[in-house]
Every structure is written in C-alpha cells, then in structure tokens.
C-alpha cells in the first residue's frame, strides 16, 4: 500500500516520532505504511496450544479502566471540575526526604489534559466478492468538544487481520505496532495487541499545509478505512488531541507525584476510549469464541454509555449471544450468523453496530 495522499516534511514526521516516543514508551515507529506483522509476534497473541487468542473485549471487561484520579486518597493531584484540567500542587521541597514532615512552599501547576475531545464514529461494513471485510469510519467530534482531535488509535488482536489503511485528508498513518510486554511501559495492555495508529499532519511548510489542517475540530468529521480479512467486533479506539507536550509535562513530574498520575501515562488514561467494530475475529473463529467476546462488548458498551442495558434490541442481543456462547440456538441447531432476524430494531447508531457484528460474524 503507499504511503497515503499527503506526505509530511522530513521535520514534521520527527517531530510526531518524538511526540509519539514521549507518550507511548517501547512503541516501534515505522515509515507510513501497513504491512502484516508476522510470526512470533502475532502468535504471541495466542496462548500456548490455545485454538482462540485471548478476548481483548472479556479482559476490559473484567477490570475498571484508567480514568483521571478523582483525588480520593490523592495529596499531590487533583481535577478542575469546570475545564477538567489537571491541577498539580506539591511542595517546592518534595525532593528532601523530610518534604512530608516539613513542607515548603507550594509549587502549583496546571496541565491540559488531551481527553477534551468528543468522538462519534458511524461505521460501515460490507464484505467483497473476494472475501475482504471493508470498513468505513466517519469520525465525528461533537459540538462541544474543547479539542480537536488529531490522533486516533484502533487497538486490534492481530495484524495479520489488516491489509490496507486509509487516510483521511491531511491525515497519516503509522506501520501497525505490538503493544509492550512489560507492565511498566506505557500503553501497556493485557492482553497485549496491534495498535492502528493516524496522526493530524499539522503544519507541513514543504507541501504548504496550513496550521490545523487536518483537525476534526467540534462538530466536523473525516472519514478513514480499514481494509482485512477480519470479521467485525468491537475494538477499542483512543482519540485523543495529539498535544506532545501533554506526556512532557506528565513525565517531567517527581516520582511521588507521578505515581499518582501514572494512570493517565498508561493507553487510555489521556485519550477517550470507544469501542467500535473493527476487524476483530479470524475468518474461522467459533461461533461460541466470538458469542463470549460480543457478550463482554456489550458489557463494556453499557459501561461506557454506548449501549443502554434496558433497549429492548440490547437485552435480545444478550440473550442471542448467550445461546452461541452456550454452543445450541432456540431452534436446537445454532443458526448461521446471516440468517439472525431480530424481533426488535437497532434503535441508534451503536445498537446498529452489534447487529452487523452478530450477523456478519457469528
């Protein structure tokens, strides 16, 4: 696949390396392009003599996700309310060993957090004659939103399940990247995954982009594509202002103050988290496989507001999903995904989403 329509300057692109190096550690930066990453990387996804990797969707939702400190139990780190800036207030002395015994004065100081962006992505699915699964996101960012989004990130099980990218207009996108094993890393994740990466092109004085092109500011939208092979489930996406500065500042911070903040350095914890479809499931993964993964989904959808636990079409979708994780179907045979007719109609753009992923992949 090339490159994307729009290049970036030699100054630009190492400019995003660093950005991207100071807020997601161990993260392998490629030239712009997608390729399969093969191998013991991908099989590293797969347990040892497992049939099925490992649920991203099921392991998400067995855990609290990272969220900004809501200062209970917290000294040094607190929330403003009204902007949802981060406030930092520590003692000048915090270095000294004595610092809690005998504070001096404070050092105050306000860090602008990247999550004040409001993502809606309409996605569309269809499968080609030759097999090939085409999804087309139209990424929104709501009226209200303080930020615009400059950087998105789709984290996927494999791969080896994505052929091509596109790119929006002014946008790029990174080689896909495995996420790091080590538990300290940022954008640590377990089970671990291949993040989709595009960035904002920005400002590019070669080609003669103007400052801000490419962002989805409130109440605009761009529309990129995933090309593959893999059946739609539910994957989670990070959008997020793409400010560099923001990872800097969090960084820079003493230990005792970042280990109050860590959770904002790890994947997620200064982006806002969706789940939408993307290419999650192999051609040939098992109808109670992909059942167990959609129920986890829904569980996270309702947790994160994107599903309502009391819709009529979510509580019929459970239930379908709990016979096809059970292995039988109310008829005795399960049936093809295809051939599911729901008895109540997907009711918002959500509920529409996990119909496709019912239909077109159990």
């Known amino acids: 696949m090339d490159g994307g329509a729009y290049s970036v300057s030699l100054s630009l692109l190492a400019s995003t390396m660093r950005s991207l190096l100071g807020l997601f550690s161990a993260v392998l930066i490629a030239a712009p392009q997608v390729s399969g990453v093969h191998g013991a990387q991908t099989g590293a996804l797969r347990g040892a003599g497992a049939s099925e990797p490992p649920s991203q969707a099921c392991a998400f939702a067995a855990k609290a996700q990272p969220s900004v ?143 801000g092109a490419g962002d989805i500011t409130a109440g605009s939208a761009a529309v990129f594509g995933i ?35 860590r959770s904002l350095m790890l994947l997620g914890g200064i982006s806002q988290q969706r789940w939408f479809l993307g290419p999650v499931f192999e051609p040939d993964a098992s109808s109670e496989y992909v059942a167990r993964d959609l129920s986890c989904a829904v569980r996270l959808l309702v947790r994160n507001h994107q599903l309502d636990a009391n819709s009529r079409f979510v509580q019929e979708a459970e239930e379908t999903l709990r016979q096809y994780a059970a292995g039988s179907a109310a008829a005795g045979q399960p049936l093809k995904g295809s051939a599911i007719e729901f008895r109540n109609k997907p009711a918002t753009e959500m509920e529409r989403q996990l119909g496709l992923a019912i239909t077109m992949s159990l």
């Open 69 to 211: 400190p809501n200062g209970k139990g917290l000294q040094l780190v607190s929330v403003d309310p009204k902007t949802g800036d981060l406030v930092v207030s520590y003692p000048e002395n915090i270095y000294s060993p004595s610092w809690k015994e005998h504070p001096g004065p404070l050092h105050t100081e306000v860090v602008k957090l990247g999550d004040q962006v409001e993502p809606e992505v309409i996605v569309d699915v269809h499968q080609d004659e030759s097999g090939i699964y085409r999804y087309r996101y139209t990424v929104t960012n709501g009226g209200s939103a303080r930020q615009p989004i400059r950087e998105w990130h789709v984290v996927l099980p494999s791969s080896d399940l994505v052929q091509t990218l596109q790119d929006a207009r002014f946008w790029f996108h990174m080689a896909p990247s495995m996420t790091p094993g080590d538990p300290r890393a940022l954008a640590y994740l377990n089970p671990p995954g291949f993040w989709m990466t595009w960035l904002s092109v920005g400002r590019d004085e070669v080609r003669g982009t103007p400052e």
């Open 227 to 261: 090309d593959g092979r893999g059946k739609p489930g539910f994957a989670l996406n990070l959008f997020d202002d793409g400010d560099p500065a923001i990872a800097g500042e969090l960084g820079d911070q003493p230990e005792p103050v970042y280990e109050e903040i």
